[in-house]
């Protein structure tokens, strides 16, 4: 999930596409800048995107049953992360400015379907983080 300046919203990047093999021959290439001065860290929520299709959304206004169809053209979308210190890829030494790309992201399927990353601080040309499970995949 990314915050898309144009819409000012989040928004999401596909990273791996539904029928992809795994394991994966080559990782997927990810480049990504700090989003705010000073920026301590790298977080990213990951998701699986469902089909796009339209749902119904049932609430209540008042004493009244109230029903929505939404349709939604990116799907439906279930996080696979987002909770306390899983979110947390990277920590930025020294902080990120925005502007420039900053850190180098891999993404990897392994055989166990365990999406895994590693993290290159392109700056410091340090591996922050090589090869670490962020979620299994279902």
Partial sequence: RYWNRRTQCHDWHPII??????????PFELLLGA????QPSIELIIGELGDGATS????FDGDQLIMKTVDSSQGNVQPLNDR????NLATLSPPGHPGTDRVK???QVDRDRYLRVTVEDLLTNEILQD???V????
């Fill in 17 to 26: 596409r539904s029928g992809q093999p795994y394991p994966m021959d080559n």
């Fill in 35 to 38: 989003s705010v001065d000073n």
């Fill in 56 to 59: 119904t959304e049932i609430y």
């Fill in 84 to 87: 306390d210190g899983a979110r």
């Fill in 105 to 107: 992201l891999l993404f």
């Fill in 131 to 133: 090869n670490r499970i």
């Fill in 135 to 138: 979620v299994q995949l279902t």
